[in-house]
């Protein structure tokens, strides 16, 4: 429903004046970046949200078109976490337990 709504402000009155006109030409104008508030707190790596990679019983046997990569993604995705200076207990805890 919010794609659509965002598709609908950026096309503007062009649908109806293409069923008034049907030779109307669209003037393209690229589409602002959609933004979606629920997945503020997601992390979303080399084509993926990690927190539905990693969900086994929702998403199980996930193809992953090139793990080497989404490795080297997630891996540098963690290094600047770990360079910010606020850095919370779930990633101090998850240091703990990788002996990082």
């Known amino acids: 429903k919010?794609?659509?709504?965002?598709?609908?402000?950026?096309?503007?009155?062009?649908?109806?004046?293409?069923?008034?006109?049907?030779?109307?030409?669209?003037?393209?104008?690229?589409?602002?970046?959609?933004?979606?508030?629920?997945?503020d707190k997601e992390i979303y790596v080399y084509e993926y949200y990690l927190k539905n990679l990693c969900n086994e019983s929702r998403y199980p046997n996930w193809p992953i078109s090139n793990p080497l990569v989404l490795l080297r993604e997630v891996i540098e995705y963690w290094r600047n976490e770990m360079k910010k200076s606020n850095v919370d207990n779930n990633i101090i805890e998850a240091k703990k337990i990788l002996q990082l």
Do not use: E, V, W
């Open 2 to 39: 919010h794609i659509i709504d965002m598709i609908d402000i950026h096309l503007g009155n062009f649908p109806l004046r293409l069923k008034q006109f049907t030779c109307s030409t669209y003037d393209y104008i690229p589409i602002a970046k959609i933004y979606y508030p629920q997945l």
